[in-house]
């Protein structure tokens, strides 16, 4: 299983309700949630890798300016708390914007390690 389906795996639980995409964003309507998981690159891969990853939370254009930021901290929470298959995954402190629409986002890096 590579980092981004481990990843992946272990953070929908926290994302019901949220479009989980992969690599970029696709819009499909501003009654949708997304949860985009893009992958980021990382030192030289050897026996022990460590792929970063951008986890972009975009809400619906009906959500209030603080969803996005609190599914943040949901999934900063569960990273904190576990790793899954993976053997670290480290979160960064969010970062929150919005779209050309006005859509709320919040973006958080998260730095991995697998074995090889």
Same mark, same amino acid.
């Given at each position: ?12 639980? @926290? !994302?019901? =309700? ?9 819009? #499909?309507?501003?009654? &949708?949630?997304?949860?985009? /998981? ?17 986890? @972009? !939370?975009? =809400? ?9 930021? #609190?599914?943040?901290? &949901?999934?900063?929470?569960? /990273? ?37």
């Amino acid at each position: 299983m590579t980092a981004s389906e481990s990843l992946r795996q272990l953070l929908q639980p @926290v !994302l019901v =309700g949220w479009r989980f995409q992969f690599g970029r964003w696709i819009d #499909s309507g501003k009654s &949708d949630r997304y949860a985009v /998981l893009k992958p980021m690159g990382g030192p030289l891969a050897g026996l022990v890798r460590q792929p970063a990853f951008s986890l @972009v !939370l975009i =809400g619906a254009g009906t959500d209030p300016l603080t969803a996005p930021e #609190s599914k943040a901290q &949901d999934v900063i929470e569960k /990273l904190l708390d576990e790793s899954g298959s993976l053997v670290f995954a480290q979160p960064g402190e969010p970062v929150y914007w919005a779209t050309d629409d006005g859509r709320p986002v919040a973006e958080i890096a998260i730095n991995t390690i697998i074995n090889r």
